[in-house]
């Protein structure tokens, strides 16, 4: 079975911090890359940061360097996405996405398998 699931997101005030999980099916944990995009109202979706089936690294987008954490428990074939610092401009749907190791980045090419994504609010 292929499922990717979004762990409910939520309102956070600025500067705050929320950890979002996506549930991955076995086989999706075991051969795929993970990585976790945003998609604010009016603009492109981004990649966010990602964590390599095939080496293990972690990538980040700029704007999240620093603030945000991706992890990963393999015991409950889960990835995390924890932000912290959080800022109204990381207001966005965000969506669980794998895709081959050695075909994806922070680009949403070559991603074959999405969550439907959940909402997270940044707002004081």
């Known amino acids: 079975q292929v499922r990717l699931v979004e762990s409910e997101g939520g309102l956070v005030q600025p500067g705050g911090s929320l950890r979002l999980s996506c549930e991955a099916s076995?086989?999706?944990?075991?051969?795929?890359?993970v990585a976790w995009f945003r998609q604010a109202p009016g603009k492109e979706r981004e990649g966010v940061a990602l964590?390599?089936?095939?080496?293990?690294?972690?990538e980040y987008a700029d704007s999240a360097k620093g603030r945000f954490t991706i992890s990963r428990d393999d015991a409950n074939y889960t990835v995390y996405l924890q932000m912290d610092h959080l800022t109204p401009g990381d207001t966005a749907v965000y969506y669980c996405?794998?895709?081959?190791?050695?075909?994806?980045?922070?680009?949403?090419?070559?991603?074959?398998?999405w969550g439907h994504g959940t909402q997270v609010t940044v707002s004081s």
């Open positions: 996405a794998a895709g081959l190791p050695l075909r994806v980045g922070l680009s949403p090419r070559g991603y074959d398998h």
């Open positions: 964590l390599s089936k095939f080496d293990g690294s972690t």
């Open positions: 076995q086989y999706i944990f075991d051969y795929y890359t």
